[in-house]
């Protein structure tokens, strides 16, 4: 048992911080703002002589989790400190460049209490330190306890509420000037916030224009400023003031100007802020408008009124994470080698993450990338694509091919197994909607067994269509072992199972009719389009298997067992019709979302 102190910091909220996005540029300056703050936490605690734990390689500022891990006497009062400080470059940067940058008739007085109050209410903060000989399992338990007795802060506010989230004020100059509601004009705010972020974004567009030094006519240099500002910010958007934060963050000209005021902190010849000024060049250069790719949407020209028409990409967005990575930590609590093993899983996990963001890089397939990647937290999206084919071909190796890195002993895989969750999603979906359904795919192939992968179909009207497969099973090959009526394996047409469980379905062939022989129809179809895949469908492959120190060795079709047995114990008797109406579920939706997802003349 060591007899060293742990301390275990974390702050929040983080997953709300990334849903309130309406652009890929949003997710992008999210995730960087997020490993920013925790890095810089890591650079506080290792200037004190601290040892930091997990995140192990803190140099690597991109994908940082924002759990901490420190050995030795870190108070609560420095890193919190250091993290304050941190928010606060971010904060001031962006706040001092809009003021110096959107002049004329903006006298911004009184949106500088509004911007204080982000400062310092923006985040909640938990540090909890152990005590000698208290292990970090134990730490870390005590800082999920106290995460239960939240300590938030909620700001006030008066006026109209942003566009993105509608929880926050809209930010713009005069924004808590006018506390009375009596002398409040709706009409008079909403001309000069319309106003404010035309300014706003023509200005980022010129300025943008001017850091990169691109060669523009005179004549041209208007219509260009707007066309790339827009790119930034819409003149339509009303975002908040930590939602506009995100967006601004992504612009070079205020990279460089966080770049300048870190400087104070680390010395420009540190190799430290070397580190960090690389990262947060890279941040700048990935999303410049001259460089990143977009959502493909149907356009309107705010200036002209007219209707630009695009073609209608589906996007394929994916959000996955390790699977019982807290109790796998957990099996190190009583060793001595405890903080060893976590700092090694810590590197492993985040050398794949850093391995699998560049991966869009390399790979055949076109128009996707990592948004995130945070060891085995990872984010990322298909993009501009009429079909989900390659999207579904890539995740029908993942596991194996990059979850596992192509490694076939046992040894060297990974520790723990990874969990899915990928939504295809019609044109018109808001982003937000759509990471949500992301996290609820994931969430439901967690639910459902581990281990596996959650494929969702969301339509334009808001309706989806859910089969999770584990990844065995995928891997074998299963869906392009499809067969269809002609046997056309060069160009398997899913209409016909699609139909055929249609009118089956018209018809309640597939109701439960109180038997153990209710799975007869569904299991037929199965054999029909899928011939050699039947001995997947057996019995003894629906379950969960586990050794006796209850680690899952072999991952099943239904997951564990003990939902659908009638005393809710693993070894008690199965309830049948649940059973039997788990695996038609299975075989139906495999049938529907294959037919979206595998059908490349589907839209």
Sequence with gaps: MTHKIYTVITFAPVQGFIEKSRKLRDLYGSSYLLSYLSWMICNAAESKGCRVISPALPNMTQGMPNQIIIEGNFPEEDAKSAFDTAWECVTETCRKWVKENVKGEWEYTSWKRSWSLWTKYAWEFFWVQGKPNESISDVRQRLNNKKYWRDWTGINWQGESSTLSGADAIAYPRLGKNSDPRQYNYQQEKKEITAFYEALSEKLGESFIKSVGLKVPDEKISERSKEYG????????????????????THKEITDRLTERLKQFFGNNGVIFKSLSQQIKRLSEDLKPTSFTDLSRLNKNKRTGEQTQQEKFWTGWFQGDGDKAAEYLKSFANKDTEAEEITKFSTEMRKWGDDFKKLPESKTIANWRVVYAGGDDFLGVFYNRKYAVDCVNFFSRFKTDTWNEGKVESEEKKKITVSVGFVWAGPDIPQRDVLQHCRLAEKSAKSNGRDR???????????HLEWVCPWWLLEAGLLSSYRDREDNQEKPNWTHIYNDVAVLESRHAFDDKGDDNSIDIASGLFEIYFPTQTDKLKPEKWWNKYDADKKLIKTGILGDRLPYTTNNTETGELNQTKVNKAINDWIINLAKVGFHLCQESKQ
């Design 230 to 249: 827009e790119s930034f910010i819409d003149p339509d958007e009303e975002l908040s003031v930590p939602e506009l934060i995100k967006r601004l963050i």
């Design 453 to 463: 992968i959650a494929f969702r179909v969301l339509f334009n009207n808001g309706n």
